[in-house]
Every structure is written in structure tokens, then in C-alpha cells.
């Protein structure tokens, strides 16, 4: 399995951005779709966004679209997500991860994804 670490998170206004990163160890990276998660007290995990292996494609989660941009630098084996406009309701603990290798398409569907990081906190304030 992939290793992944996110980073990235913290305390922000309403209204604010803030940059998620994930970085992945492996000499594959190139090969998975990469996605977000995230789960705000109290409730279950719930997708947020997923990108292909060449990030030529992209699924968001309604709640999330068009304020929230995921990219992906595989040079880098990184794994970015543009949180803008931020709402209270955001606040939870994102995960990064990764499909399987030779599982290269978006997929909303937790049980698609083998490697998780360990979450980093995103607080969003009134």
C-alpha cells in the first residue's frame, strides 16, 4: 500500500481558503485516482472529491463543487485540494487516498480506495 500524509490543515475564517496537501511515497503514484474524504463530528465519513491517474478527470461531491479544486502533481506524487469560499459546515477531519494501483478512475465509493492518510484537521469559523 501507498503511504500518504496529509498537511495542510487549521483554524479559518468563513469565507477564507486554505490548501490541502497530500504527499505519497511509491514509485507508482501516476497509476491510482487519488480523492479526498472528510468527516465532521458526529457523523459518518463522506466523499468530497476524487481525480483520475493523469488528473484529466474529476468527481466532486455536490456540496463541494465550485469551491473546492483538487489537483494532482505526479512529478511530485502530491495530491493537492483548493478549499475556497469555506463554510462552517467544512469543518471536519480530511482524509487523503488512494486507489488501488491499476485503478486508475474516479470512483465516490469508500470501498474503492485501499490507502488512507491519517487526517488533518480543517476548522472553519463564524
Known amino acids: 500500500q501507498v503511504q500518504l500524509v496529509e498537511s495542510g490543515g487549521g483554524l479559518v475564517q468563513a469565507g477564507g481558503s486554505l490548501r490541502l496537501s497530500c504527499a505519497a511515497s511509491?514509485?507508482?503514484?501516476?497509476?491510482?485516482?487519488m480523492g479526498w474524504f472528510r468527516q465532521a463530528p458526529g457523523k459518518e465519513r463522506e466523499f468530497v472529491v476524487c481525480?483520475?491517474?493523469?488528473?484529466?478527470?474529476?468527481l466532486y461531491a455536490a456540496s463541494v463543487k465550485g469551491r473546492f479544486t483538487i489537483s494532482r502533481d505526479n512529478a511530485k506524487n502530491t495530491v493537492y485540494l483548493q478549499m475556497n469560499s469555506l463554510k462552517p459546515e467544512d469543518t471536519a477531519v480530511y482524509y487523503c487516498?488512494?486507489?488501488?494501483?491499476?485503478?486508475?478512475?474516479?470512483?465516490?465509493?469508500?470501498?474503492?480506495?485501499?490507502?488512507w492518510g491519517q487526517g488533518t484537521q480543517v476548522t472553519v469559523s463564524s
Open positions: 511509491g514509485r507508482t503514484f501516476s497509476n491510482y485516482a
Open positions: 481525480i483520475n491517474w493523469n488528473g484529466s478527470t474529476t
Open positions: 487516498a488512494a486507489r488501488n494501483s491499476g485503478s486508475r478512475y474516479i470512483t465516490d465509493r469508500e470501498n474503492n480506495f485501499g490507502s
